[in-house]
């Protein structure tokens, strides 16, 4: 598999600049109907993960944007980006001066795109290929978090692992364009953005997406938008 889904990836997509970012250039798709179609066609599994690892979605455009702003975040830390996807977060991270850098993602054809992105902008990141919702967070100093709120289930052991990151000292900056499930009880806004997306993944072209801190110290409950 691991093969396999490396020589996908670059099949299916051309690696080239962000929108918005300078000088981070991912592996990217511009069709994201027709590459789920041929990923379906590739795992034989109809019904296969969205190839998200494919796009820049907007939480992690903001977040990307914000540690450029703020390297002083990441600079001289160790980092966990959790559902790394394509990588942008960690690679920003990685970028910004982070003493290490670990990407965390379910999706095999993810962690190939987030490696293979990582050697094109020419950063090391580590990244681990299962579920670790289930498990104690690693001890890191920063966590990331982009985009992890579309989905209620998801977004509560999503929410819930964050917080047990932040409870074990962790400092926890999560991005996220306003999704449903994001439990806006819990959050400290830190910037605002204005980031360049795609309808392909989002109702508008262009969304205002946030970075927040999560606190570490009040409840969990999940707020729907």
Known sequence: MTRSARAFVLRQTRLREVAGIDSI??????????????LQLETGDPDTALP??????????????????????????????????????????ARAGAADVIGIDVDPFAIQAARLNARANAVRIDLIGHDVLDEPPPAADLVLAGDCWYEAGLAERVTHWLRAAAAAGSEVVVGDPGRRYLPVGDLVELATYEVRTTTELEDLAQKTARVHRLLPDRGSAIIAR
């Open 52 to 93: 998200y690892w494919a796009f820049a979605w907007a939480g992690g455009l903001a977040l990307t944007r914000f540690l450029a702003d703020h390297p002083e975040l990441a600079r001289g830390r160790s980092v966990v980006d959790l559902g790394t996807g394509s990588g942008l977060c960690a690679i920003a991270a």
């Open 25 to 38: 250039r991912l592996y990217q798709s511009d069709d994201v109907l027709t590459l789920w179609h041929r």
